[in-house]
């Protein structure tokens, strides 16, 4: 074990006397935060985003949630071994140290503000939708900065009010979601489907390229486990909370596409813009299906802005019990760590103004794409650590009994992990290793002061 084994925390060490009362996440709201961090915005405009690739694109789907569902298995055996708030960076540090536990945290921090800036962008064009007409880019950006900041507010009003908003928009961002999904299938038409495979029978370059766009649909999988510490007994709930959320997502996007494959031309939903909206119209005929749809994906994303504003303030609070971020992201109000909350959301306001002041689209889409390749960050090293685990003889800290199974899902997590690396593009990749080394001087700054201690 690395030298700061003996600073382990214990799981209680979480659950500290914050000032005031806070209310645990039971098993139902645990799967709304991981279903809702999974499904974004992004879902309501994948089905055209795939269709070029021909219905080739539903197996790749299909390949991706068996992969994801594995991911989510290992995070539950982890959080089954070790139940802090923290996931990821909890078991890095732990199984090889300080350096891979800070890489972890800082990636995963990175990820979660700069997400919530293209998140809050993204609810800006969907409300352009619900309220057609010339509008400026300043109210443009106050929109979007409040889009920010009011899931922000329910987070510093502590668990209880995050939990609310969590289950409140799951609900409401599914039902014209499952309408689509489940009504649509009434109305399907074989015809619409277009080719298998548009590819020229390359099958496995097919899938790859499709799942290229897919991969980070599942990003989020994680989300139990990063809020281990504020779920109600984390050792069972945060691996079942993940396989559920995760399958309950999974379920949303196979049917949902399949709807709108089968309600809408292909040659139409090729190049649409709003594809669950087409399918809407297309069913019942009219225009209302836009609107509907448009206040789905703005619910949809408050929601998964919500979810990821407490995912923001997670990551550092673990680390800065360690002495590897600053002191302050410790401080927690009601169950919530909020001086993370606060930062998390005044980054990703800051970067939202950059790019609605400067006009620097360029720079920001870098920074989404940086977004990508942190997110696997955490992964590799999580399916790491379970390996890590099983292979040092200490099988028994994982779960007795379960050798080769554990194995094969940790090994299968891993290869995941770096699938999603490859799908990032080269691009994403060489940007995001710049941005994750740039935090290694954080890194020594932090631990410099703790040797001074």
Avoid at 319 to 341: I, N
Wanted: glycine content about 12%; aromatic content about 12%; hydrophobic content about 55%.
């Amino acid at each position: 074990m690395h030298d700061t084994a003996s600073e382990t925390r214990a799981p209680a060490a979480d659950q500290a006397a914050t000032g005031t009362h806070s209310r645990k996440f039971g098993l139902p709201t645990a799967v709304a935060l991981v279903m809702g961090n999974i499904i974004g915005g992004g879902i309501f405009l994948l089905p055209a985003s795939v269709a070029p690739f021909g219905t080739l694109s539903l197996l790749a789907f299909v390949v991706l949630t068996v992969g994801a569902i594995t991911l989510a298995l290992v995070f539950g055996r982890l959080a089954g071994r070790d139940p802090r708030t923290g996931g990821p960076y909890v078991y890095a540090r732990e199984a090889f140290g300080d350096f891979a536990g800070f890489l972890s945290a800082w990636s995963y921090w990175v990820m979660t503000w700069v997400s919530n800036a293209a998140l809050a962008v993204a609810a800006v064009g969907y409300i352009d939708v619900i309220a057609p007409g010339h509008v400026s880019k300043w109210t443009h950006l106050a929109v979007a900065l409040l889009a920010l900041w009011l899931p922000a507010l329910a987070n510093l009003a502590g668990t209880r009010w995050v939990g609310a908003v969590q289950i409140v928009s799951t609900v409401l961002k599914f039902l014209p979601l499952l309408f689509v999904a489940v009504v649509g299938l009434f109305f399907f038409d074989p015809h619409n489907l277009g080719p298998f495979d548009t590819s020229g029978g390359n099958l496995v370059g097919g899938i790859s390229a499709s799942a290229a766009l897919l991969l980070y649909s599942y990003v989020g999988v994680e989300s139990a486990a990063v809020s281990a510490g504020e779920v109600c007994d984390p050792a069972r709930n945060v691996g079942r909370a993940s396989v559920l959320g995760t399958i309950g997502a999974a379920l949303v996007y196979l049917l949902g596409t399949l709807s709108v494959f089968g309600t809408v031309p292909h040659d139409k939903l090729v190049k649409s813009s709003a594809p669950f909206s087409d399918a809407v119209n297309s069913m019942f005929g009219g225009h209302w299906g836009g609107t509907l749809i448009a206040t789905a994906a703005v619910i949809s994303i408050i929601g998964a802005l919500n979810g990821w504003t407490l995912m923001s303030a997670q990551a550092p609070y673990a680390a800065a019990q360690d002495g590897l971020f600053p002191a302050a992201f410790t401080r927690k109000q009601r169950g919530v760590p909020t001086f993370g909350v606060l930062v998390g959301v005044v980054l990703a306001s800051l970067l939202t103004i950059v790019n609605y002041t400067t006009g620097a689209t360029g720079v920001f889409n870098i920074l989404v794409l940086i977004t990508t390749f942190s997110a696997t960050v955490p992964y590799l090293l999580a399916a790491a650590a379970q390996l890590y685990w099983l292979a040092s003889g200490r099988r028994h800290q994982v779960q007795p009994g379960r050798f080769v199974r554990d194995v094969v899902m940790a090994l299968a997590a891993f290869g995941f992990s770096m699938w999603l690396v490859a799908g990032a593009g080269y691009a994403a990749v060489y940007q995001g290793t710049l941005f994750l080394f740039a935090g290694v001087l954080v890194y020594v700054w932090m631990k410099g002061r703790r040797a001074e201690r």
